[in-house]
């Protein structure tokens, strides 16, 4: 099945403490995405990539960190988390943009809590 | 810079009837793609129509279907036959075509709820 994973699914953390929220997609996808929702804002991008080893910033990438090894992988990094990112996030994955189908496929979302 | 503005944070419906969600976008780009997407309470998104700038016929998929006004810069949804399944907050997305940034731009959000 083809599918946009996101591990883990609940997430509560402390100030400070380092953590990596997983995605993984098995549609052999060049772009991959990480968004975040807060109430009222709507969704807004944090990071993307277009390709292996090629990353770039969204809107609001303070915070935080990706890599791109592989083409199925995409971890969010929160080096040291804040209050102010307690949020529900999610990944997300399509073709490169410019061809046709380039629909993007979300994962189920991460909710991530910092106390 | 392009925006998406859904000028109606909740609507509701009755069971059977058709309801129609709002969403106007800016943009100085010819082509481009929009979709609506649907956040039931499971809260993952889940695509529901694909509207491609440069086609004038309007997209369906069976009870779902948009109303595209390109120089309006109008994206309309209508929900035919409204489903109790159909409880979610709806999405406007917009995504321009080629680049070297390829990510959707939101609007904030419609809550629509089916009344039994």
């Known amino acids: 099945e083809a599918q946009v994973t996101q591990n883990p699914r609940y997430l509560i953390t402390v100030t400070g403490k380092k953590l990596t929220v997983t995605c993984s997609q098995n549609m052999n996808h060049e772009y991959m995405s990480w968004y975040r929702q807060d109430p009222g804002l709507g969704l807004r991008q944090i990071y993307y990539?277009?390709?292996?080893?090629?990353?770039d910033k969204g809107d609001v990438p303070e915070g935080y960190k990706v890599s791109r090894k592989e083409k199925r992988n995409f971890p969010l990094i929160l080096e040291s988390p804040s209050p102010n990112q307690t949020s529900l996030y999610f990944c997300?994955?399509?073709?490169?943009?410019?061809?046709?189908?380039?629909?993007?496929?979300f994962g189920p979302g991460t909710r991530l809590t910092v106390l | 810079a392009q925006t998406v503005t859904q000028s109606q944070p909740e609507m509701s419906v009755q069971e059977a009837e058709t309801v129609t969600l709002s969403c106007t976008y800016d943009?100085?780009?010819?082509?481009?793609?929009l979709f609506w997407y649907k956040q039931p309470p499971s809260r993952q998104m889940i695509l529901v129509i694909r509207q491609e700038a440069y086609k004038q016929q309007n997209a369906t998929e069976n009870r779902f279907s948009v109303n595209f006004q390109k120089a309006a810069k109008s994206f309309s949804l209508k929900i035919s036959d409204s489903q109790l399944g159909d409880a979610a907050m709806y999405f406007c997305a917009y995504r321009r075509d080629g680049g070297s940034q390829g990510n959707l731009i939101f609007g904030k959000g419609t809550k629509l709820s089916v009344k039994p």
């Open positions: 990539s277009m390709n292996v080893e090629v990353t």
């Open positions: 997300a994955s399509s073709h490169r943009t410019g061809i046709v189908t380039d629909t993007q496929y």
């Open positions: 943009t100085s780009e010819s082509d481009y793609y």
